[in-house]
């Protein structure tokens, strides 16, 4: 007998004498892995159309603006991806909003120098109608008070008006910190805290709201607004909404609002050319996505996949929530291949207008009670491109128990780094998951790991196609997948039971988050 041969026999032969160690070997032993477990991950990996889907959603579709065209294309793209997939999907109208059709922008300076500006139209941002506007730009100046600034408001007609604090710097902190000396940065930090405060007592000079701002300055003549939302990043400006409804409301990049306001300020009396072509259509119909795959022992009890469809406009709306509605579309799409006679229905729901309120998911929980009543759990995916790194139990007591059923299901590499929070508490609205955790319904938020997201990507002109991690898609798909699976397979529906949640600061109990109503018609915010 080898020597090799005679110490495996040993160690055997120790294992079987010592019943303590033999136990403990078969404790750390591998748990056997679930074939259903494994066919989801080979689909996942070996036939994902991750990318095929992020092409069409972010490159083909584009940004998906509710009352846009764009969105609609979303809607009708959904529900086609769907039943190419044998996936019956419908689009269910919630309500309608003010239809815009974004149109061309072209914004270039025509004094001291001739320079093409880098910037866009607001979202439902009024219209040139294509003809090309010039006029001078102006800032908004100091004001003694309210009063200085009502005399002063005759002299923004024909003019474009700077309504934003020009930056002194167009680095990043993290830049400024990397680079400078110590003294450098402190003085850099003194004078953005100075520019801010002096900014601030310039709006509250004007005794208006900034948001009430462009409306009076339109009111009063102005041919245009200009702004500029730096995120704090390179490059990257955040794109919400107009709040003019006569004159054109225009962001502009850090670098050239910057070099507009220089100008103003110094005396040049800069001046730009402004056309756009957008249109504003009437009221358009709003609606969400809903596809299922049919149960076969319990048709009429869910779990949902949520996602929100919707975007802004900056980019093409990537990591907010592109990843999430392409994640649950492949999630459906694997587990129709390998799961397709679940016990209980997998209704998948892509939401319209959360960015305005979480309307689409507000509307669904109000309009569906017998769906609500029955549903096992909600997942949703809605903060980036990274791989899920955070669930929280969303206040529900026994979330330890079932949650942790069924990630134990996953395979190891995939929740290796989750943390996880247990019963934790309820959202209060950050996303479509609140929706029906404030109906009692237990959702759970896949937080995502951050890649910058906020600065870098959230509601930016940068959320594009070319941010998108796919290894990290590919890894929530999985883990969504399964998770839905064992929820699915579930013998009943899970408990239900609410957390008492902590006193309030003032010493009182705390409530359960309410079900809210949904906008179901609107202009804008």
Do not use: C
């Not at 990043?172 to 400078?180: I, L, Q, S, V």
């Not at 790194?389 to 990630?407: E, K, P, Q, T």
């Amino acid at each position: 007998m080898k020597a090799g041969a005679f110490g495996l026999l040993f160690i055997f032969s120790s294992i079987h004498d010592n019943p303590v160690h033999a136990q403990r070997m078969q404790q750390q032993a591998p748990k056997p892995v679930d074939p259903v477990v494994e066919r989801i991950v080979k689909e996942a990996k070996e036939n994902s159309e991750l990318e095929l889907l992020a092409f069409e959603l972010l490159d083909v579709v584009g940004p998906r603006l509710v009352g846009t065209p764009g969105m609609t294309k979303a809607n009708e793209w959904a529900v086609k991806t769907f039943e190419r997939w044998g996936i019956p999907a419908k689009n269910q109208q919630f309500g309608e909003w003010h239809g815009w059709e974004r149109g061309i922008s072209h914004i270039d300076m025509t004094h001291p120098r001739t320079k093409s500006i880098s910037g866009t139209q607001l979202a439902w941002s009024p219209t040139t109608k294509g003809k090309a506007i010039e006029g001078e730009v102006i800032a908004l100046p100091e004001f003694q008070d309210s009063l200085a600034f009502r005399k002063w408001l005759p002299q923004v007609k024909g003019k474009y008006v700077m309504v934003s604090m020009p930056q002194p710097t167009g680095r990043p902190d993290w830049n400024w910190k990397e680079y400078a000396t110590p003294e450098s940065y402190a003085r850099m930090q003194k004078v953005k805290d100075s520019i801010n405060v002096a900014w601030g007592r310039r709006i509250r000079a004007t005794g208006l709201a900034p948001n009430s701002i462009p409306s009076v300055l339109e009111d009063a003549g102005a041919v245009g607004i200009l702004s500029s939302y730096w995120s704090g990043e390179f490059g990257a400006n955040k794109i919400f909404g107009a709040r003019s409804h006569k004159a054109p409301s225009l962001d502009i990049s850090l670098e050239d609002y910057g070099i507009l306001y220089r100008l103003a300020e110094k005396g040049y009396a800069p001046r730009i050319k402004v056309e756009t072509s957008s249109k504003h259509v009437g009221n358009v119909p709003s609606f969400n996505t809903i596809a299922e795959i049919k149960g076969s022992e319990f048709p009429n009890e869910y779990v949902i996949l949520s996602a929100h469809l919707d975007s802004w406009e900056g980019g093409s709306g990537a990591t907010d929530n592109g990843t999430g509605t392409i994640a649950m579309m492949e999630v459906a799409r694997v587990l129709k291949q390998v799961l397709p006679n679940p016990k209980r229905t997998i209704l998948i729901g892509l939401w319209g207008s959360e960015e305005q309120g979480l309307n689409g998911s507000r509307a669904f929980v109000l309009d569906n009670p017998e769906v609500i009543e029955k549903t096992q759990a909600v997942f949703n995916l809605d903060n980036g491109t990274g791989r899920v790194a955070n669930i929280n139990g969303s206040g529900f007591v026994h979330a330890y128990d079932f949650m942790g059923r069924w990630l134990e299901a996953v395979p190891r590499e995939i929740t290796k780094d989750i943390q996880t929070q247990f019963p934790g508490s309820p959202g209060g609205g950050g996303s479509d998951h609140a929706s029906f955790v404030a109906a009692g319904v237990p959702g759970f938020m896949l937080s995502s790991l951050s890649w910058g997201y906020f600065n870098n990507t959230w509601h930016t002109n940068l959320d594009t196609y070319d941010k998108l991690v796919f290894d990290d898609l590919l890894s929530n798909v999985i883990l969504t997948a399964v998770l839905t699976y064992k929820a699915s397979e579930e013998p009943t529906l899970v408990n239900r039971e609410k957390r008492v949640l902590p006193a309030g600061r003032d010493g009182r109990g705390s409530d359960w988050p309410a079900i809210r109503q949904p906008r179901r018609s609107g202009v804008g915010y």
